[in-house]
């Protein structure tokens, strides 16, 4: 899996004080990511972690991933999509 295919990813932490939060991927580099969840770490103040560190739930379409990578989506998108995502694995 490249560092691409995974923005707009939505990703859990398993490692750390945020384990188990659920976060969207916003930017990947050499073995580490850049995640937001919208609430605590807002998409203009992501959190780094290793790659290593997360578990990777489900990429995101297309759309989605083009507006992260063109930084054109808001806080309150990431947290009605990892919302979504929350009831529909219930």
């Known amino acids: 899996m490249t560092e691409n295919n995974i923005i707009g990813a939505a990703a859990v ?3 750390g004080h945020d384990k188990d939060r659920s976060y969207i991927i916003i ?16 998409f203009e103040l992501p959190k780094k972690k290793s790659i290593k560190h997360i578990r ?11 507006r992260v990578l063109s930084n054109s989506i808001t806080d309150e998108e990431i947290k009605y999509f990892l919302r979504h995502l929350e009831v529909m694995d219930v």
């Open 13 to 15: 932490s398993k490692a």
């Open 56 to 66: 990777i739930l489900k990429h995101g379409d297309a759309d989605f991933a083009g």
């Open 27 to 42: 930017e990947a580099d050499k073995g580490f990511v850049w995640l937001c969840d919208g609430k605590k770490r807002k």
